[in-house]
């Protein structure tokens, strides 16, 4: 069973930072990449940040230059550091984990930024 936990949400003002953090656990043969999603109230999900196999990152041009995704294989962990936080980064985040066969999802966190 794959599980994915999403913790570091929270209510941070304009401007502030905070880093997500997911650990992914279970039988996974092989990673292709893991992402980070978001989805405010009446908003379909959308793609933040991702990063492939061989670490290579791409992001949703609302965050550039703000967000940074990183992942450490040893710890099983996938972060995604944002900075320079906004109003309409408000959402609910989701750790996204995808194979060949399907994708896994964490429950998510909320992230609430105040003006």
């Known amino acids: 069973q794959v599980q994915l936990v999403e913790s570091g949400g929270g209510l941070v003002q304009a401007g502030g930072s905070l880093r997500l953090s997911c650990v992914y656990s279970?039988?996974?043969?092989?990673?292709?990449?893991m992402g980070w999603y978001r989805q405010a109230p009446g908003k379909q999900r959308e793609l933040v940040a991702a990063i492939t196999s061989g670490g290579s990152t791409d992001y949703r041009d609302s965050v550039k230059g703000r967000f940074t995704i990183s992942r450490d294989n040893g710890k099983n962990t996938v972060y995604l550091q944002m900075n320079s936080l906004k109003p309409e980064d408000t959402a609910l985040y989701y750790c996204?984990?995808?194979?060949?066969?399907?994708?896994?999802w964490g429950q998510g966190t909320q992230v609430t930024v105040s003006s």
């Open positions: 279970g039988n996974i043969f092989s990673i292709n990449g």
């Open positions: 996204n984990l995808r194979t060949w066969v399907r994708d896994y």
